[in-house]
């Protein structure tokens, strides 16, 4: 069984530019999470896909936005990079909502 | 008040010591508990789920929760060098928004 997997593991982007994540879900998974890890601290939730759809959302601006896709692979956008968001990225599966979630092993992302 | 306290440590215990790990919570909502390790530069990994009040045992683990102090523990028998990470508390409400609130993690070193 394939677990949680995401692409890319390491990324280096500049003050402005936008940025694409990837995230794979565990087989049989419909329910894709996103959260964002400071250093030191623990993950904070972004958002909740739910078979393509928007099912709930943290306390993050508009620039961070996401996709479901049908085969339930998911995209976190981020647009207007600031140095802020300097982070290790996290998705998360689950059979569905209130279910547990497995957690891939992010990407780090650094704003220079 | 944090929705959800943890102590960062480090905590250093000798091999084969048992360790316990605890979070308090303020949300009386949260009716899921989840505990998650953490390797370094590693995605979190789910240890242990429970719903509502009680115990939970799994080989060297066992977790527990007391809802009425809204206090939350871990405890791992015979311990590891390889338990040695950092161990994330978290908990969820059950609606419709998904979001899993974590604790900051407690760092671990089990010493040979």
């Known amino acids: 069984e394939t677990g949680v997997t995401q692409s890319p593991t390491h990324l280096i982007k500049t003050r402005g530019q936008q940025v694409t994540l990837r995230c794979s879900s565990q087989?049989?998974?419909?329910?894709v999470s996103w959260y964002q890890q400071a250093l030191g601290q623990g993950p904070q939730f972004i958002f909740q896909y739910y078979r393509e759809e928007e099912n709930g959302r943290g306390n993050f601006p508009p620039r961070f936005s996401g996709l479901q896709f049908p085969n339930y692979s998911s995209e976190l956008n981020v647009n207007a990079l600031e140095l802020d968001d300097s982070a290790l990225y996290l998705c998360a599966s689950s059979l569905g909502v209130n279910q547990p979630q497995h957690f891939g092993d992010g990407t780090r992302l650094s704003i220079l | 008040q944090k929705e959800v306290e943890q102590d960062p440590g480090p905590l250093s215990v000798p091999e084969g010591a048992i360790v316990s790990l605890n979070c308090t919570y303020s949300?009386?909502?949260?009716?899921?508990f989840m505990w998650y390790r953490q390797y370094s530069r590693k995605g979190p990994e789910l240890l242990m789920y429970?719903?509502?009040?009680g115990n939970k045992e799994d080989g060297r683990f066992t977790a527990q929760v007391d809802k009425s102090s809204k206090y939350i523990s871990l405890f791992i028998r015979d311990s590891q060098p390889s338990d040695s990470a950092t161990y994330l508390c978290?908990?969820?409400?059950?609606?419709?928004?998904?979001?899993?609130?974590f604790g900051k993690g407690t760092r671990l070193h089990i010493l040979p």
């Open positions: 978290a908990m969820s409400e059950k609606n419709r928004d998904d979001k899993i609130i």
């Open positions: 949300n009386s909502a949260f009716q899921y």
């Open positions: 429970t719903y509502s009040s």
């Open positions: 087989s049989g998974h419909n329910t």
